[in-house]
Each structure stands twice: as structure tokens, then as C-alpha cells.
């Protein structure tokens, strides 16, 4: 219900003011502590996971923020408030009806008052599906194919989506001579002013339906189980959404049918932890490979590669591995990998390694521990 949602500012922790960069680093703070895989079986997590991808689809799409910062819940969404239903509500003009506003100019200039109803006799797109879709990090890395099995309404291949029996056609109806609306005059103390709304007789359609086709009872329409494959590209990130058009519900009245909209879910990866097109992973080296030099082998997405650390590293070390990042989504080239050494420190030594260790100290000097002669060094 529309009293039940929250601001979408207010669901990403942003001002309204926020720039598009703030928007995008707050939705995948929020998408990372919510994912279903950082948190199974909690059912409050994933409706806050839900309600955070919901306000990021609406906020990082420029004409969507445009709307919504204008109209509220109304601009975006066509089930939210009263009369919000009809045709081409959120479709043009920001959502906005003009033939409303034309309606209520008429009630002072001498056309009635208006505005009560919709007609649904012409062509209109059917509903877009939005569902969710978990791939591996190498898999959005490197693009991958998937099947996705979804439920949507199809024009009834009986009767072609008309509703009617073989043989028969519907009645245009009689009362508001298929147009969907009526209008109604009430006397009032200010004189006599009008409304229009929905046709009772033919429920705002414009057409009866006097033998209604077996299959789909009238409606035009059948739920069908449909599994469609989809080509995840390359460089796709978390939170990132695939569109296929015509692939949603079936329209009505010879309108076009909506989208299919897949949002992807990137699974975390036990190595490598991604910011755009960069790869970042930790590489934990003995003591001695650090004091001597070792030639490494780092684990990349692409497979394992050979590097030479020079002696004397230190711990927190970074260096490059050039062009071993994500792929451009879209685009040529890709990102580079972060490598962060980390000196493992041994545990449980025997005597004897105790013994050695301590020798081995006794012939270091000051001058081996630039930066511990610098901070124990210091005056107070």
C-alpha cells in the first residue's frame, strides 16, 4: 500500500540533493548488507534488500528521479494512489494526465466537472516483470548465458486476446458507444455540473462480451510459464539491471507488451572483491619471502601468474597487476588488479626454531628497522 513505503532518499540514507555517485556508493553499501547470500533465511533482510533496489532503480535513472522528485510515489509507480491506474499513467509528461487537468478547466469554464474516470478502450502496454538473478563473480566478469523461467500473461491464442468465442465479435456498447466513459449531470445549489467515469455497463472497455471464449473466460488473456535465455554481458555489476523488451506481460487492446527486467546479483567471491572495473585481493608471504625476495604466484580471474617481490618488503605492500581487472562493460579494455601483502607471522615454533629465531635477531641492528628506529627513536 502506498502509506507503507519509505522515502526513497530516506531508504538509501542520501539527500535529495545527492549527486549520482553518492547515490550509486549508498545502493551498493545497502545492496552488500542486505544480499540474500549475506544473510539466508532472513526474511527481514531480503524486504529491506528488496525495498533498496526498488528506491536505487528509481534514483539512478535520471528520468525516473526527474518524476519522482516532482510527483512522489505517483510519478513512478501506476499502482500507487487513487485513479493512478489508467493508461498511460507514467508513460510521457512525467506521469501526469493532462486530460485531467483539461477536465477541471472545463468545470469553471462551462464543461462540466471532471476527471472521475478512465477509459481503457485503447491500445495499452502490459505490465513489465522485474525478478532477480544470482550469477558468480568470474560469470559477470566475463559474461555468461543463463536461462530465467518467469510466469506472464500472453494474448489467448483462442481467441487472439479479444475475449470472445470462435465465431463471435463483441458488442460495442450501447450506453457510452464504446468509449469506456459516461457522463452524469448532478443539480446542484451552483447549477447543474458534470462528471465522467467509468462505463458500469461495459466496465470501462467500451465493448460487451456476450459469449466469452472458453479458455481464458473473457479476459483475453492466459498465464503461461515461459523460460527465456539471457546473455549476461561482460563487466555486469552487482545491482545492475538487464532489460528485454517485449518480454513482460501481454498489453491490451493491441498495446505492446512490457519488459522483462533482471536484476543481477553478483555472489560474493572468497579472493577478490571488486570496485568497477578493479580487482582487489590480499596475498599473505612468510617472513623469509619477504626479507629475501620470492618470486610469487598470485591467483587472478584469469588464472594464476608469476610475480617477483624484491627483498626487503615490507608488509601492506600494493603492486599492479595491468589489464587482470573486470572487462569495460560495453566497452574495450579492461581494469587492473590490486595485490595487498600481507607478512604472515609463524605460530607454534619448537624450541629449536625459538633458539635460531632469537640468535638471528641478536645480529640485526637499529639500521635494519628504518621504521622502528624512527617511532622508538622519537623524543617525548
Not at 287 to 311: H, N, R, S, W
Request: proline content about 6%; charged content about 25%; overall charge positive.
Amino acid at each position: 500500500m502506498a502509506q507503507e513505503k519509505r522515502d526513497y532518499y530516506e531508504v538509501l540514507g542520501v539527500s535529495k540533493g545527492a549527486s549520482e555517485e553518492e547515490i550509486k556508493k549508498a545502493y551498493k553499501k545497502l545492496a552488500r548488507k542486505y544480499h540474500p547470500d549475506m544473510n539466508p533465511g532472513d526474511k527481514e533482510a531480503e524486504e529491506k534488500f528488496k525495498e533498496v533496489n526498488e528506491a536505487n532503480e528509481v534514483l539512478s535513472d535520471p528520468d525516473k528521479k526527474a518524476r519522482y522528485d516532482q510527483f512522489g510515489f505517483a510519478g513512478v509507480d501506476p499502482n500507487y494512489g487513487a485513479g493512478a491506474g489508467g493508461p498511460g499513467w507514467g508513460d510521457g509528461a512525467a506521469g501526469f494526465d493532462f486530460g485531467d487537468l483539461g477536465d477541471i478547466f472545463g468545470s469553471f469554464f462551462g464543461g462540466g466537472f471532471g476527471g472521475g474516470g478512465r477509459s481503457r478502450t485503447g491500445p495499452q502496454r502490459g505490465e513489465s516483470i522485474r525478478v532477480g538473478l544470482a550469477v558468480d563473480f568470474t560469470e559477470a566478469a566475463f559474461g555468461c548465458e543463463k536461462e530465467i523461467t518467469i510466469e506472464r500473461s500472453e494474448n489467448c491464442p483462442t481467441c487472439g486476446g479479444n475475449g470472445c468465442a470462435k465465431g463471435t465479435t463483441p458488442e460495442v456498447c450501447p450506453d457510452c458507444h464504446g468509449s469506456g466513459m459516461v457522463t452524469q449531470a448532478q443539480r446542484t445549489p451552483f447549477g447543474v455540473m458534470q462528471s465522467q467515469t467509468s462505463c458500469p455497463k461495459c466496465r470501462g472497455t467500451g465493448k460487451i462480451i456476450h459469449q466469452p471464449c472458453p479458455d481464458c473466460h473473457g479476459s483475453g488473456h492466459t498465464r503461461k510459464r515461459k523460460t527465456i535465455k539471457v546473455n549476461i554481458p561482460a563487466g555486469i555489476d552487482d545491482g545492475q539491471t538487464i532489460s528485454l523488451r517485449g518480454q513482460g506481460h501481454a498489453g491490451r487492446n493491441g498495446g505492446p507488451a512490457g519488459d522483462l527486467q533482471i536484476v543481477i546479483q553478483v555472489r560474493p567471491h572468497p579472493l577478490f572483491r571488486r570496485e568497477g572495473t578493479s580487482v582487489f585481493c590480499e596475498a599473505p608471504i612468510t617472513f623469509a619471502q619477504a626479507a629475501l625476495g620470492a618470486e610469487l604466484e598470485i591467483p587472478t580471474i584469469d588464472g594464476k601468474v608469476k610475480y617477483d617481490i624484491p627483498e626487503g618488503t615490507q608488509t601492506g605492500t600494493v603492486f599492479r597487476l595491468r589489464g587482470k581487472g573486470i572487462p569495460v562493460l560495453n566497452g574495450r579494455g579492461r581494469g587492473d588488479q590490486f595485490v595487498t601483502l600481507t607478512i604472515e607471522t609463524p605460530r607454534n615454533l619448537t624450541r629449536e626454531q625459538k633458539d635460531a629465531l632469537r640468535k638471528f635477531s641478536e645480529t640485526l641492528g637499529e639500521g635494519n628497522y628504518d621504521k622502528r628506529k624512527s617511532f622508538f627513536g622519537k623524543k617525548k
